[in-house]
């Protein structure tokens, strides 16, 4: 059974950091791609970054260069890291793993990431 726990939110200040975290169970990482989405009250859920088995980022244009996607595969675990936090990155944010063939998606429960101006 996949699991994905996602830990690390908080509230932080504009221009602060944080680094969020996902802990997964039951995934064979070379077939998912990883990622991070957000939704903000009243938005959609929007994709933040992903990245693939071999450890190839990508990001969405708002967060380019200030956040980090990355993987550590033997502690099954993937990281977020966000510099230079701004207010419209207020958001809950979710952990995702996505078959790569298949198209299955998996979920966290999400984390609450707050920036105050």
């Known amino acids: 059974q996949v699991q994905l726990v996602e830990s690390g939110g908080g509230l932080v200040q504009s221009g602060g950091s944080l680094r969020l975290s996902c802990a997964h169970s039951g995934i064979d990482l070379w077939y998912y791609n990883m990622g991070w989405f957000r939704q903000a009250p009243g938005k959609q859920r929007e994709l933040v970054g992903s990245i693939t088995p071999d450890n190839i980022p990508t990001y969405a244009d708002s967060v380019q260069g200030r956040f980090t996607i990355s993987r550590n595969n033997a502690k099954n675990t993937l990281y977020l890291q966000m510099n230079s936090l701004k207010p419209e990155d207020t958001a809950v944010y979710y952990c995702?793993?996505?078959?790569?063939?298949?198209?299955?998606?998996?979920w966290g429960q999400g984390t609450q990431v707050t920036v105050s101006s």
């Open positions: 995702n793993a996505k078959h790569r063939s298949l198209g299955t998606e998996h």
